[in-house]
């Protein structure tokens, strides 16, 4: 069985300060894909990365980057110095077969 | 926008009719899938279509059920609905199925009365 844990339900940060997400997979198979989506208050699901369990290279897509650690099944995400934009939910899924989602984080960035 | 299209935006309806969701995927887009996303439950996979076969299959109820056409495009079916049933249906595509990343379409929102 699979499962996708986000331990943070709420985080709440003001504007310019960074943020760290986290997102723990919990599975058997040894080729997987994590995924992050972002949701913002207007309701539709963004894309905002993948990664393959083989491909440990954290990423960075200007403010925005991602540590992948095989070791603790950890796939966190950060933003630098946060925007009012960046509030949304923020949703952590992880494919072995079937996509499955944790639970959201929302974040609340504050001017 | 992602591409994948949906319709209706919002549907209203009451306990025990059945509705139809409509979903368009992206251009070239061989996979559809299907997910619920409610407040109790989070966001539930609840099934796949790859090139008009299904392909997987998740938390899906047995009064629900889908198809994709020729077309590529597909339908979730919602029959005997329930005050529960209300919730956020979202459509997904890739172009091809595991490891792909899906791109959602803006949801119809479903509220049983």
């Known amino acids: 069985a699979q499962k996708v844990t986000q331990a943070q339900t709420e985080i709440s940060v003001v504007e310019k300060e960074d943020v760290t997400l986290d997102c723990v997979y919990e599975t058997r198979d040894t080729t997987y894909y994590l995924f992050w989506y972002k949701q913002p208050p207007s309701g539709e699901l963004v894309f905002l990365i993948r990664r393959n369990s083989f491909d440990e290279q954290n990423e960075i897509s200007g403010r925005y980057s991602w540590n992948f650690q095989k070791s603790t099944s950890s796939f966190n995400f950060t933003i630098t110095a946060s925007q009012v934009v960046d509030s949304a939910v923020y949703f952590c899924?992880?494919?072995?077969?079937?996509?499955?989602f944790g639970q959201g984080t929302e974040l609340s960035v504050k001017p | 926008d992602s591409g994948v299209t949906q319709t209706p935006k919002h549907l209203i309806t009451a306990t025990g009719q059945r509705v139809t969701l409509r979903c368009s995927p992206r251009s070239g887009d061989l996979s559809v899938y299907w997910y619920q996303q409610s407040l109790d439950q989070g966001l539930q996979f609840l099934i796949q279509y790859y090139n008009g076969e299904e392909r997987a299959k998740g938390n899906i109820l047995e009064r629900f059920s889908a198809q994709q056409f020729p077309d590529l495009h597909s339908e979730l079916n919602l029959s005997s609905l329930e005050l529960g049933d209300s919730a956020l249906y979202f459509c997904?595509?890739?172009?091809?199925?595991?490891?792909?990343?899906?791109?959602f379409g803006p949801g119809t929102r479903l509220t049983v009365t």
């Open positions: 997904a595509s890739s172009a091809k199925g595991v490891g792909y990343e899906q791109y």
């Open positions: 899924g992880g494919q072995g077969g079937k996509l499955i």
